[in-house]
């Protein structure tokens, strides 16, 4: 009923820009707050932005303030996270999460969907 496909990864050089994109099955998908999440090998996830679901505010973790930016376009029912300025600790399998709230979600246990995730890889 509800799915969240992931695309847009890759493999880039630091300093490099690459924009995820997330395609969502949600009937209403303006009634739901959504998110990037991203996990590094041997860490745990990690929350990278969240847009509320009307998309007029956003928050970003401290990592990515000032080079991602988190956007959704809901007639077309995608969410997507543009990165510049990619560094080498931006490695990692990049999540798209979503779930009912008008209200910004930055925490992991607040999202019960989830994609399957795309890599991003960025090397020196």
């Known amino acids: 009923q509800v799915q969240l496909v992931e695309s847009g990864g890759g493999l880039v050089q630091a300093g490099d820009s690459l924009r995820l994109s997330c395609a969502a099955s949600l009937r209403t998908f303006g009634e739901y707050a959504m998110a990037w999440f991203r996990q590094a090998s041997g860490k745990e996830r990690e929350f990278v932005a969240a847009i509320n679901w009307s998309g007029g505010t956003t928050t970003y973790a401290d990592s990515v303030k000032g080079r991602f930016t988190i956007s959704r376009d809901n007639d077309k029912k995608l969410l997507y996270l543009q990165m510049n300025s990619l560094l080498l600790e931006d490695t990692a399998v990049y999540y798209c999460?979503?779930?009912?709230?008008?209200?910004?979600?930055?925490?992991?246990?607040?999202?019960?969907?989830w994609g399957q995730g795309t890599t991003v890889i960025v090397s020196s």
């Open positions: 999460a979503a779930d009912w709230s008008t209200e910004l979600l930055t925490a992991r246990y607040q999202y019960d969907y």
